[in-house]
Nanobody, 127 residues
Framework: QVQLVESGGGLVQAGASLRLSCAVS????????MGWFRQAPGSEREFVGA????????YYADSVKGRFTISRDNAKNTVYLQMNSLKPEDTAVYFC????????????????????WGQGTQVTVSS
């Protein structure tokens, strides 16, 4: 049974930090990467960052590069998104997702290449 549970969201002021967690269970052999996406009200789902299950490859959207960091804790089977220097435009529901694409270059930013999704956690950044 696949389960992804996000946590760590909240209401913060601009410039603050949050760390989002994604607890993963039911991992299958074909899982290739974990991604973070976000969706603001009235907007399309947007890629934030991703990390491969094997190795340390990471990739970030330009809008968060240098501010956000994705990491794993293998012992806890958990993926994290460290969010620093938060801006009001970061306000969104944040989702973690399982990438099953098997090709980093072609799949990493494409939501349709992620087969399993968590329920999301709300991040709100005030001015």
């Amino acid at each position: 049974q696949v389960q992804l549970v996000e946590s760590g969201g909240g209401l913060v002021q601009a410039g603050a930090s949050l760390r989002l967690s994604c607890a993963v269970s039911g991992r299958s052999f074909n899982w290739y990467a974990m991604g973070w996406f976000r969706q603001a009200p009235g907007s399309e789902r947007e890629f934030v960052g991703a990390i491969r299950w094997s190795g340390s490859n990471t990739y970030y959207a330009d809008s968060v590069k240098g501010r956000f960091t994705i990491s794993r804790d293998n012992a806890k089977n958990t993926v994290y998104l460290q969010m620093n220097s938060l801006k009001p435009e970061d306000t969104a529901v944040y989702f973690c997702a399982v990438g099953v694409f098997g090709d980093w270059t072609l799949g990493v930013t494409r939501a349709q290449k992620y087969g399993y999704w968590g329920q999301g956690t709300q991040v709100t950044v005030s001015s």
